[in-house]
Nanobody, 124 residues
């Protein structure tokens, strides 16, 4: 199983970025797919998750600005990030799990598979 995250970069506050997580060895549509982020010196925190259907949940800090989506044909999950602020600066990770219970979706420990991180830096 491999999750390949990409799309990070350095942008200005107010800009947008789209992160991608290309999955191999798993069928993204059959897994709960999620994005987490970790800033230096901080714990890894939940950003968004997309369930096997079309339902998604978001951290309060990104709700209304970020959108998680899936392209089943490409077996890829995206995180569209709009109106970025310096507080969004972090390394972003994608994760996947086949059998998470709802209460564990926001918890990093619940995910079996992780991609490498992609760095997002937002300058104010």
């Amino acid at each position: 199983v491999q999750l390949q995250a990409s799309g990070g970069g350095s942008v200005q506050a107010g800009d947008s970025l789209r992160l991608s997580c290309a999955a191999s060895g798993v069928t993204a549509s059959r897994y709960t797919m999620a994005w987490f982020r970790q800033a230096p010196g901080k714990r890894r925190e939940f950003v968004a998750a997309l369930f096997r259907g079309a339902n998604a949940i978001y951290a309060d800090s990104v709700k209304g600005r970020f959108t998680i989506s899936r392209d089943s044909a490409k077996n890829t999950v995206y995180l569209q990030m709009n109106r970025l602020s310096s507080e969004d600066s972090a390394e972003y990770f994608c994760a996947a799990d086949a059998s998470l219970i709802l209460s564990a979706v926001r918890t990093a420990d619940g995910y079996d598979y992780w991609g490498q991180g992609t760095q997002v830096t937002v300058s104010s």
